[in-house]
Nanobody
Framework: VQLVESGGGLVQPGGSRRLSCAASGFTFSHYAMSWYRQAPGKERELVAGISSAGSSRNYANSVKGRFTISRDNGENTVYLQMNSLKPEDTAVYYC?????????WGKGTLVTVSS
């Protein structure tokens, strides 16, 4: 199993960014996926999750209405569209999958929200 995030970078407050997570090594369409983030000095926290078919999604209260999780099962990719970004969204964002009971993480992509 391999999860590779991309799309991080520096963005101004109020701006947008789309993160991608390319998955391989398992039947992607069979498994729910999620995005987590870890800010400096803080614990890793759930940002958003999506069911295997994409029909069910959940979000942390702090990102509801601003972030959207989606997936393309044909491309084995899960996305996180982030709008109206705030400085407190600054963190390393990780893709996570639970495959056959084992938890897999990507290496993360850094998003910095600053003017």
């Amino acid at each position: 199993v391999q999860l590779v995030e991309s799309g991080g970078g520096l963005v101004q407050p109020g701006g947008s960014r789309r993160l991608s997570c390319a998955a391989s090594g398992f039947t992607f369409s069979h498994y729910a996926m999620s995005w987590y983030r870890q800010a400096p000095g803080k614990e890793r926290e759930l940002v958003a999750g999506i069911s295997s078919a994409g029909s069910s999604r959940n979000y942390a209260n702090s990102v509801k209405g601003r972030f959207t999780i989606s997936r393309d099962n044909g491309e084995n990719t899960v996305y996180l569209q982030m709008n109206s970004l705030k400085p407190e969204d600054t963190a390393v964002y990780y893709c996570r999958g639970v495959v056959n009971g084992a938890i897999y993480w990507g290496k993360g992509t850094l998003v910095t929200v600053s003017s």
